[in-house]
Antibody
Framework: EVQLVESGGGSVQPGESLRLSCFAS????????MSWLRQAPGKGLEWVAN????????YYVDSVRGRFTISRDNAKNSVSLEMNSLRVEDTAIYYC????????????WGQGTLVTVSS | DIQMTQSPSSLSASVGDRVTITCRAS??????LAWFQHKPGKAPQSLIF???SLQRDVPSRFSGSGSGTDFTLTISGLQPEDFATYYC?????????FGGGTRVEIK
């Protein structure tokens, strides 16, 4: 059974940092790109970043590029999102997702972890 | 960026109804389109990929169609567990983008 379990969410002030982690099981981790997506309160889904099989390539949405860093550890079946210089508008539920093989759509999502940025 | 426009933003329907949701892309995305179902407090679930391919274990009452810029998600025979918000997503190019969502409510 595929499982993705996120952790690391919490409440921080603007300008602070947070690191999210996602631990995967039930599939061969290094054969799938991995993504982070989010949903702000009362808003729709937004793709944030993704990372290639071996971690050598990453893509970001413009609003987080330069502030967020996605990484993965294939030995630990985990993917992380380092979030720096957090803004109020980064407040959201953050979802870890597995991408379908040879494609960029998320075929399996975790339950999400809440990040709140407020002064 | 490719803009994805869904309509309607919400609809009310009864169990057994046929429901159609549309998604329009601002550029040609061929068939690089996926549909998702999202219920409050739950993980989003993938329904359709490549515009019309049913994801494993998704009931056959869900179907997708379209190519280029215009796409449709149809639920044939709405069931109680189908009341949720539905999103389309293009994956033709970065940044990957979603439609604004369609909330399907009980009439």
């Amino acid at each position: 059974e595929v499982q993705l379990v996120e952790s690391g969410g919490g409440s921080v002030q603007p300008g602070e940092s947070l690191r999210l982690s996602c631990f995967a099981s039930g599939f061969t981790f290094d054969t799938h790109w991995m993504s982070w997506l989010r949903q702000a309160p009362g808003k729709g889904l937004e793709w944030v970043a993704n990372i290639k099989l071996d971690g050598s390539v990453q893509y970001y949405v413009d609003s987080v590029r330069g502030r967020f860093t996605i990484s993965r550890d294939n030995a630990k079946n985990s993917v992380s999102l380092e979030m720096n210089s957090l803004r109020v508008e980064d407040t959201a539920i953050y979802y870890c997702a597995r991408e379908a093989q040879s494609s960029s759509w998320p075929d399996f999502w975790g339950q999400g972890t809440l990040v709140t940025v407020s002064s | 960026d490719i803009q994805m426009t869904q309509s309607p933003s919400s609809l009310s329907a009864s169990v057994g109804d046929r429901v159609t949701i549309t998604c329009r892309a601002s550029h040609d995305i061929h068939t690089y389109l996926a549909w998702f179902q999202h219920k409050p407090g739950k993980a989003p679930q993938s329904l359709i990929f490549a515009a019309s391919s049913l994801q494993r274990d998704v009931p056959s009452r869900f179907s997708g169609s379209g190519s280029g810029t215009d796409f449709t998600l149809t639920i044939s025979g709405l069931q109680p567990e189908d009341f949720a918000t539905y999103y389309c997503q293009q994956y033709e190019r970065y940044p990957l983008t979603f439609g604004g969502g369609t909330r399907v409510e009980i009439k």
